[in-house]
């Protein structure tokens, strides 16, 4: 990411970023860009300062664990990488006149917005950049001149792509494990379509019992046994079994307990097993 970046793109980057909803409209953010080599210095020895205590004795061995399949470590080139390096502040409440203080309200979800709207400006211009916590970030505010209200929230370099650059091979989870989607009933004949109606689910609730942390079971009236089961690579196998049947009827391997439910009921919808 060394490639020089116009200052208007992240000046264009931190305005959309201000577009975002706040708590009572008071835009509680502050965006602090660096350029500057030597300051960029600054930060990236007083962060990696910081994470090396981190990964030394900061974090727990679940952290380390879950962090793993990332590469991360102590070592922050990007800070230095990076053409440009933006540090996102929030402000728990605003300075007035003689010292007086103007709370602010849900700060940390209108600022986690407008980085997400950052996030997103860095992204459509053909930029890349990746979030930073270096934690505590205290070391930020005091080398970047900040006032009293302001706290470090989130670090972000930013540039175009190396050449050269790898990223970890990552997937996401799928659709039905971050989303329920609900549908109003069908209306009666000559009935309004408006919301006179419960709402409902898109499948219909099954009676589900877990033993222990890997076992899920439940069925269909008497007809069908369903069933989902945790893998030791973290997946789950669900199968659908007639009654008085060996085989099963339909099974699959997904990602979690909450797909291997999906997985079940859209095999039962599909057949018109269920509504």
């Known amino acids: 990411m060394c490639n020089p970046v116009a200052r208007e793109l992240i000046e264009l980057a931190i305005r959309s970023a201000s577009t975002a909803p706040s708590g009572a409209h008071k835009q509680p953010w502050q965006f602090v860009a660096v350029s500057d080599a030597t300051l960029k ?18 974090m727990s061995a679940e952290w380390l664990q879950a962090l793993a399949p990332l590469g991360t470590d102590e070592h922050k080139a990007h800070i230095t990488d990076a053409p ?13 006149l003689a010292g007086a203080r103007s709370k602010n309200y849900y700060v940390d979800e209108s600022v986690g917005i407008a980085c997400g709207l950052f996030l997103t400006a860095i992204h459509h211009m053909g930029l890349v950049t990746l979030t930073h916590t270096p ?20 670090l972000m370099p ?45 499948a219909p609730a099954m009676d589900w019992k877990q033993t222990g942390k890997t076992t899920l079971t439940s069925q269909l009236d008497t007809r069908y ?27 699959g391997i997904v990602n979690s307990p909450g797909a ?15 509504d």
């Open 158 to 202: 930013v540039g175009y792509p190396a050449p050269e650059a790898q990223v970890p091979k990552l997937s996401r989870k799928s659709l039905e494990e971050v989303a329920e989607v609900r549908r109003s009933r069908k209306p009666a004949s000559g009935a309004s379509l408006a919301f006179a109606h419960p709402i409902e689910w898109i």
């Open 41 to 58: 210095a600054q930060m990236r020895e007083a962060a990696e300062r910081e994470e090396r205590e981190n990964y030394a004795s900061r």
């Open 84 to 96: 440009w390096v933006v540090v996102a502040f929030k402000k728990p409440y605003d300075l007035r």
């Open 225 to 251: 046994a369903l069933r989902a089961d945790a893998m030791p690579d973290g997946r789950w196998t669900w199968k659908i079994t007639a009654t008085g049947a060996d085989a099963a009827m339909a099974s």
């Open 260 to 274: 291997a439910k999906h997985a079940i009921l859209s095999f039962l919808k599909k057949k018109s097993l269920i």
């Open 135 to 154: 934690s505590p970030m205290g070391f930020l505010a005091k080398l970047l001149g900040r006032p009293e209200n302001e706290r470090a929230f989130l």
